[in-house]
C-alpha cells in the first residue's frame, strides 16, 4: 500500500511540474495565448449561434428546445475541452512513431502511455472550457436545472468518463500508427466526428446510426445520454436512472482497451535506428 501511495505520489508531482512547465512556457509568448483566448470562444459560440438560429428558424430539433440544446452543447464542449488539456497528443502519436520520439519515454521508469499525455500538458485546452461553461451555465438557467448534490455528483462523473471515452478513442486511432508506420493526424477526422454527434442530440439520426453509436463506439453516452437523464427526456436506450455511471463505465473500458491496444502496439516500435 505504501509503494501504490509512493507511486500515485510521484505521478502527480510529475504532473503539477509539467503544467507549471507548461504555464512558463506560455508567459514567454503571451500574444499566443491571447490569440487562443479570442478564436476558441468565438469558434464554439459561433456555432452556438448557429443552433440558436436554426431553432428559432424551424422549432425544436427532435423534442429539443434552445435551453435543452444549450445544457447538451455546454457539456459536450466542456469534455471536448478537457480532453484537449490532457489527451491531445493521441492525435499525434504517428509523428512521435516516426521520428523515434518514444526513445525518451523508453529509457525511463515510468509508464511510457503516461509519460507521452502527461509530461506534455496542452494548457491551450482551458480556453475551450470558457464557452464551455458559458453555454452549459445558460443552459442551466434555460432548463431550471438544480445543482442539488447528487446532480453536481453526475455531473463530474459523466464530465470524467466523457473526457476518458474521447481519450481512449484518440489512443486508438493514435496507436494504428505502430502497424501502418504513418504519421496520420487523427485531429480534425477525430473532432468532426464528435462535434457532429455529441454537439447535438442523438436521436436526430437514423436509429441504425445511434445503434452503432451506443453499443459498438460509445460517443452516445459522451453526453447525449447521460445530458437526457439529467434532463429527464426519454432516449433509444433507457438507463434506468444510471446513465452517468453507464459514461463513467464506459470511459474506463475504453481507457482500458486503448492501453491494452497501445502496448501491444508499442512492442512493434522500431526505434529511431535505420
Request: proline share 3%; hydrophobic share 50%; charged share 10%.
Amino acid at each position: 500500500m505504501k509503494k501504490v501511495h509512493f507511486c500515485l505520489a510521484h505521478h502527480l508531482r510529475v504532473t503539477m511540474y509539467t503544467i507549471k512547465m507548461a504555464l512558463l512556457t506560455i508567459i514567454e509568448y503571451p500574444s499566443n495565448i491571447l490569440g487562443w483566448l479570442i478564436s476558441n470562444p468565438i469558434q464554439f459560440l459561433l456555432g452556438f449561434a448557429t443552433i440558436k438560429f436554426a431553432v428559432e428558424q424551424f422549432g425544436e430539433i427532435n423534442g429539443w428546445d434552445y435551453g435543452q440544446l444549450a445544457f447538451l452543447y455546454g457539456i459536450s464542449v466542456i469534455s471536448h475541452a478537457l480532453s484537449m488539456i490532457f489527451f491531445v497528443q493521441g492525435w499525434f502519436m504517428g509523428y512521435y512513431v516516426i521520428d523515434g520520439a518514444f526513445d525518451r519515454f523508453l529509457t525511463r521508469p515510468m509508464s511510457v502511455l503516461y509519460q507521452f499525455f502527461f509530461t506534455n500538458i496542452n494548457i491551450f485546452g482551458f480556453t475551450d472550457l470558457i464557452p464551455g461553461i458559458l453555454v452549459f451555465l445558460y443552459g442551466c438557467v434555460q432548463t431550471d436545472f438544480a445543482f442539488t448534490v447528487s446532480n453536481v455528483l453526475g455531473i463530474i462523473v459523466m464530465l470524467t468518463g466523457a473526457v476518458l471515452i474521447r481519450g481512449g478513442i484518440y489512443i486508438l486511432l493514435g496507436s494504428t500508427s505502430f502497424w501502418t508506420k504513418s504519421a496520420n493526424d487523427f485531429g480534425q477526422f477525430t473532432q468532426e466526428i464528435f462535434d457532429k454527434t455529441t454537439m447535438y442530440p442523438l436521436s436526430m439520426y437514423p436509429e441504425a446510426m445511434q445503434l452503432i453509436l451506443t453499443f459498438l463506439i460509445p460517443i452516445g453516452w459522451v453526453s447525449f445520454y447521460p445530458a437526457s437523464e439529467l434532463l429527464g427526456m426519454k432516449t433509444l436506450c433507457s438507463s434506468g436512472g444510471m446513465g452517468v455511471w453507464i459514461t463513467l463505465a464506459a470511459g474506463i473500458a475504453t481507457m482500458l482497451a486503448a492501453g491494452l491496444v497501445f502496448q501491444t502496439g508499442l512492442k512493434k516500435y522500431e526505434s529511431a535506428g535505420n
